[in-house]
């Protein structure tokens, strides 16, 4: 696969992605943070090291409206100034997102417009929305979860809204590093045999 639409994120075993009562300030929920101390490895040479690295080196960004606005719009810059495509519902009138940011609200141009802007690169997904609407769109390729050795309670989830389609998927990665382990699957497409 040339440029694959990966989803890059921190999980929870029972599935959630950030603490309870995320909003700004708040950005990650209650206790939340827990899910990213692996990311006090992230300049090793371990896999944490190894996993940071490969999503730093995507060459586009997709990511659902709350993400980025939570974010602080990632003052128009997620990383080395790889174009950001906010997945949203709709744009206001005089709303222009900073930096290399700019609003989509069609999903399967959303995905087309990053792999172009990517070239050969991978393609980072972030946010739990952005992430359902490219799953139920068919354009999701991978996902990269970070399954973090603890078990939330609440908070939001990644996989809550994907419909009642079936998603096999394909394990191609596997990663153990201190406190979390990095999982990689390849997103079958219906009919694809395993």
């Known amino acids: 696969m040339r440029n694959p639409i990966r989803l890059y994120m921190s999980m ?5 992605i950030t603490g309870p009562d995320d909003r700004p300030g708040q950005e990650l929920g209650r206790d939340g943070g827990r899910l990213f101390d692996w990311l006090d490895d992230r300049e090793s040479e371990g896999p944490s090291g190894q996993v940071y690295r490969e999503a730093l080196a995507t060459g586009a960004v997709i990511t659902g409206r ?14 080395d100034g ?5 997945l949203t519902h709709q744009v206001d009138d005089g709303d222009v997102p900073p930096g290399s940011a700019r609003f989509v609200t069609d999903v399967e141009e959303c995905a087309r417009q990053a792999r172009a ?7 980072m997904v972030h946010g739990a929305g952005a ?5 139920r769109a068919g354009q999701m390729d991978e996902m990269e979860i970070h399954l973090v050795q603890v078990l939330l309670g609440d908070g939001r989830r ?7 389609d079936h998603i096999e998927l394909d394990l191609v990665r596997r990663l153990e590093d201190r406190d979390v382990t990095h999982l990689r699957y390849q997103v079958r497409r219906p009919g694809e045999a395993a």
Do not use: K
Not at 66 to 79: N, P, S, V
Not at 82 to 86: D, E, K, S
Not at 117 to 123: I, K, N, S, T
């Open 131 to 135: 992430a359902q609407a490219l799953l």
């Open 82 to 86: 790889v174009p950001i495509l906010v």
């Open 66 to 79: 709350r993400t980025f606005e939570l974010a602080g719009r990632w003052q128009g810059d997620h990383h």
């Open 158 to 164: 990644l996989f809550d809204h994907l419909g009642g």
């Open 12 to 16: 929870s075993l029972d599935g959630y």
């Open 117 to 123: 802007a990517a070239g050969d690169r991978p393609v």
